[in-house]
């Protein structure tokens, strides 16, 4: 890949991201806890998104039904300029708190 190429999809990348987050703005209910971030590496570009805790479901959708849609369309406006585009969707590991068991002591 060359560096002309490179620069070429990281120009654009700062487009498709502001895209992005006009798309999971009408899906989440908390649009001010959208981030999306982005990188180049060989394969394309990797575009990672982070969300409020209680829109992942939404983001994700049954069985990854939205994601997978997300994905399919973010693939189409990488496409159309001229590079592999794909998406994450951070799941933080989750923070059980689990109530003390009692032991009798």
């Known amino acids: 890949r060359s560096s002309s190429q490179a620069l070429a999809n990281m120009e654009h ?6 895209w992005l987050v006009q798309v999971l703005e009408g899906i989440v209910q908390h649009p001010e806890e959208i981030f999306v971030t982005y990188s180049e590496d060989d394969m394309g570009v990797l575009y990672v998104v982070r969300v409020h805790a209680s829109d992942r479901g939404k983001v994700i959708g049954k069985q990854g039904n939205h994601a997978n849609a997300l ?35």
């Open 13 to 18: 990348g700062d487009t498709v991201k502001a």
């Open 71 to 105: 994905r399919t369309l973010l693939r189409c406006v990488g496409m159309r300029y001229n590079f592999r585009a794909s998406l994450k969707i951070e799941v933080p590991d989750r923070d059980f708190n689990l109530a003390p068991t009692d032991r009798g002591e």
